[in-house]
């Protein structure tokens, strides 16, 4: 499983899994242009939720005639349809060629978000984005791309030095998932398979990437990265 990330961040999110798009969040002539103006070679595209920083380019590769998998409540908040556009449900695996696709609802202020346990083989990733925590636990992982969008402590110095309004503060708080929780949700599965970890969505002003990187790392023992901007 080759994973590649272009872009994490609340200005876009933007992965790719061998043919497999995760997110559709920055325009769709960026998203050409990280391709290197080869998006026939994508099998499909899975969207989490409606937000713009992950699904701003769905009605372009619609239209280019990419395939493209979300919720019910996602293709509704976008306003998509047409058969390239396939629905997804909590709990109902879906098949793309070789890839099993497992979507799970996540905690977001978002329009049926979802995350994505998807599978090829004997190598099974767990996709997991913009979510408070995660409820469930997962078996046989191989890959894992979580997000670490921010840490506590940083956050609350940064709300004590006027720097981030408490509402947004609030939001972040609610709606994503923590360093700490991140942490948390590794520990509560079994990582033994495991051969590497991504971080996504670090929080330019509320993470410490380097920080986030070395704290997983010697919690799992296992090669981490912290996907760019």
Partial sequence: MNITPYH???????Y???????????SIHRIKKCLHYRLSEIRACLITHD????AT???????????????????DALGVSGHRLHILEAGKQTRIDEWRVMP???????????????AKNEEKLLFLTDTHYSPWRFRGLTHVMVEAGYDPGILQ??????????????????????????????????LSAVQEVYLLHLSA??????QFKG????????????APE
């Fill in 157 to 190: 110095n940064n709300i004590s030095a006027g720097l981030i309004h408490p509402a947004v503060a609030r939001r972040t708080l609610h709606n994503h998932m923590s360093i700490d929780t991140a942490l948390g949700l590794l520990r509560a599965n079994d």
């Fill in 104 to 118: 799970f609802a996540t905690i977001h202020d978002a329009a049926e978000p979802l995350g994505f346990l998807i």
């Fill in 8 to 14: 994490s961040s609340s200005a876009g999110n933007l």
């Fill in 205 to 210: 002003a509320n993470s410490d990437a380097d």
């Fill in 215 to 226: 704290r997983v790392q010697q919690l799992t023992g296992r090669e981490t990265y912290v």
């Fill in 57 to 75: 380019a769905v009605k372009g590769l619609l239209k280019a005639g990419v395939d493209c998998y979300m919720s019910q409540g996602t293709a």
């Fill in 16 to 26: 790719r899994v061998d043919d497999l798009l995760l997110e559709a969040g920055v």
């Fill in 51 to 54: 937000h713009g920083d992950h």
